[in-house]
């Protein structure tokens, strides 16, 4: 199956400020997802990005606080804005297979607001 | 509110034994079901998914489906200590392409 890396794999953040999340797929994919995993918690959908238009958000997120881009069907970026140390959490992209609805995880991106 | 409940644990098992890990999921709709192993630090890993009522097996790894209970499990034969970590139940919603996630049930298999 395709590889899927993020960059950063970790940071370390002031709070007020912003940091963007990369996540790049070595093939074309349809479907790619954004998740928050808190401590200790599951994962949560924040939300599908979609290739040439807007995100789907899901309920408790907004494009304001963590707008995405899908430039195109390989590469998509998470940012989280004005951070605040409840922010501080993994954050993971998938892409998904649409016949198998099967999604495959990048390694995550692990954030500490301070 | 669609929901995936697993038991949180620890599931503490010998090394050698079946380790049973448990599912249960509210959407009546949904149609495919996923086991992700997540160690921790690191980023869930799909190990199983099942699609119809019944077992599927995969090497030491049997999925088992019931859809009208609404329960999925996953059996470990011959449980190994890296076998320890979190196991996450996933359910796609209804038809759709989004997946909901239990919060995990961890595992610890003792030498």
Do not use: H
């Not at chain 1, 479907?31 to 789907?56: C, D, H, K, V």
């Not at chain 1, 995405?68 to 993994?90: Q, Y």
């Not at chain 2, 997540?38 to 019931?66: V, W």
Request: glycine letters at 8%; one cysteine or more.
């Amino acid at each position: 199956s395709a590889v899927i890396s993020q960059k950063p794999s970790r940071d370390i953040c002031q709070r007020g400020t912003s940091l963007t999340i990369q996540c790049q797929v070595d093939s074309q994919v349809t479907m790619m997802f954004w998740y928050r995993q808190q401590p200790g918690q599951s994962l949560t959908l924040i939300a599908t990005a979609n290739q040439g238009s807007e995100a789907t958000y899901e309920s408790g997120f907004v494009i304001d606080k963590f707008p995405i881009s899908r430039p195109n069907l390989t590469f998509s970026t998470l940012t989280v804005s004005n951070m605040s140390p409840e922010d501080s959490s993994i954050y993971l992209c998938s892409f998904g297979t649409p016949s198998t609805d099967t999604q495959y995880f990048g390694p995550g991106t692990r954030l500490t607001v301070l | 509110q669609k929901e995936v409940e697993q038991n949180s644990g620890p599931l503490s098992v010998p090394e050698g034994a079946i380790a049973s890990l448990n599912c249960t999921y509210s959407d009546r709709g949904s149609q495919s079901f996923f086991w992700y192993r997540q160690y921790s630090g690191k980023s869930p890993e799909l190990i199983m998914s099942i699609y119809s009522n019944g077992d599927k097996e995969d090497g030491r790894f049997t999925a088992q489906l019931n859809k009208a209970s609404q329960y999925v499990s996953l059996l470990i034969r011959d449980s190994q200590p890296s076998d320890s970590a979190t196991y996450l139940c996933a359910v796609n919603e209804g038809r759709g392409d989004k997946l909901i996630f239990g919060t995990g049930t961890r595992l610890q298999v003792f030498p």
